[in-house]
T-cell receptor, first 116, second 113 residues
Framework: SQTIHQWPATLVQPVGSPLSLECTVEGTSNPNLYWYRQAAGRGLQLLFYSVGIGQISSEVPQNLSASRPQDRQFILSSKKLLLSDSGFYLC???????????????FGNGTRLTVT | SQQGEEDPQALSIQEGENATMNCSYKTSINNLQWYRQNSGRGLVHLILIRSNEREKHSGRLRVTLDTSKKSSSLLITASRAADTASYFCATVGVSGGYNKLIFGAGTRLAVHP
């Protein structure tokens, strides 16, 4: 069966510090990978998605970047965190199929980031 | 911009009652999906309904889709305290490409014992 791991679960970082959140998927190959951010009591904002190694699409211009160094590894980074980067970050994967529109997303348990 | 908008924002009911949540969207879709999120956790996929389907069932869940009104509803029958969670609809636009799901702000459901 497929599993997705996301860490750390919580993180408190000062403004201006770097960030690295990691997400790995097991039990599947060539997944589509996603990073979402959720503000308190709000919906999810798609930040990045990737359909393959080194292929990253950014949905929103911001202080963050993403990388996919391996097929099942997705990393969210920042060189200098801002207060507005606080939020709940969720990694997700979906199957790469000929009909990708119909693939549900499978989410990790998220990282609660607080920038102080 | 958000594609799906859930209504109501919050819903409070007693165990055993039915809970109905609605979702409206703006553009043509290939499918609409419903997800559940327990507090502080990731989202869990509940059900997917394709644009050519009008109704779908899964256990105590019933989802309807009206593409002419660009709306969907999620019905949870005989609710339980364990159903307490936030529920989100998500859509993929016809011209969206890949699988870029756009989520609404969600409905917070509280089921009281």
């Amino acid at each position: 069966s497929q599993t997705i791991h996301q860490w750390p679960a919580t993180l408190v970082q000062p403004v201006g510090s770097p960030l690295s959140l990691e997400c790995t998927v097991e039990g599947t190959s060539n997944p589509n990978l996603y990073w979402y951010r959720q503000a308190a009591g709000r919906g999810l904002q798609l930040l990045f998605y990737s359909v393959g190694i080194g292929q990253i699409s950014s949905e929103v211009p911001q202080n963050l970047s993403a990388s996919r160094p391996q097929d099942r590894q997705f990393i969210l980074s920042s060189k200098k965190l801002l207060l507005s980067d606080s939020g709940f970050y969720l990694c997700a994967w979906s199957r790469e199929t000929s009909s990708s529109y119909n693939s549900p997303l499978h989410f990790g348990n998220g990282t609660r980031l607080t920038v102080t | 911009s958000q594609q799906g908008e859930e209504d109501p924002q919050a819903l409070s009911i007693q165990e055993g009652e039915n809970a109905t949540m609605n979702c409206s969207y703006k553009t043509s879709i290939n499918n609409l999906q419903w997800y559940r999120q327990n507090s502080g956790r990731g989202l869990v996929h509940l059900i997917l309904i394709r644009s050519n389907e009008r109704e779908k069932h899964s256990g105590r869940l019933r989802v309807t889709l009206d593409t002419s009104k660009k709306s969907s509803s999620l019905l949870i029958t005989a609710s339980r305290a364990a159903d307490t969670a936030s529920y989100f609809c998500a859509t993929v636009g016809v011209s969206g490409g890949y699988n870029k799901l756009i989520f609404g702000a969600g409905t917070r459901l509280a089921v009281h014992p």
